[in-house]
């Protein structure tokens, strides 16, 4: 045989041996969960907790998402989002100006990502964020799916608070405030 064309042989399939091989080992830790060397990728966790409003010509529902709340275990993660709903519709349900009646309310449901595939008219949605390198927390408030319908961004410095509870309380005045001028001017998108 020419030794040439054995060598090209012989290389050919080592490539596709090799490639057997480490495709197969990869199937194998896919199977077993050995994700080690892949670093996890951030999934966002919904909150059980909604606020329920009633009084508002545009929305029904506010609904939170954790878009990056960091070093926060379930556990907590759980009470943390029961807090931003009840601050936030307290500041709804004491402000003058809007005149709205807001109560939380607990639905299992509204935790599982599934039930955020569609928008949901008469709904808002607020992502939540805590950059804690910068001491700050930030929103985003969205009235559908579409990056147009992404009417508010906003973050918070927070290095003057003294504990959660207060940062979240100033995070919840953010969130009354930018959705009373979206309900003043009746601009529920990012074009108007």
Known sequence: MNPR???IASLAFVLIAGGAVTAALLDQDEASGDDAAVAPAFHARYSPFVVQVEGSAHFDTISFKDAG??????DR???LYELVAESVSLELGQ??????????????????????????GRHIYVDIWHA????????????????EDNFAWREVNMSSMDDESAEVDALAVQIRRDLGEA??????????
């Open 5 to 7: 064309i054995w060598l």
């Open 132 to 147: 804690t390198d910068r001491d700050t927390w930030g929103y985003s408030l969205w009235s559908g799916c579409g990056e």
């Open 95 to 120: 402000s003058e100006e809007l005149r709205l009646h807001s109560a939380v309310a607990y639905d299992e449901a509204m935790a599982d990502p599934a039930n955020h595939t569609a928008c949901a």
């Open 77 to 79: 993660s759980i009470a």
């Open 183 to 192: 309900i003043r001017t009746g601009c529920f998108t990012r074009a108007c």
């Open 69 to 74: 709340i960091a070093d926060v275990s379930n």
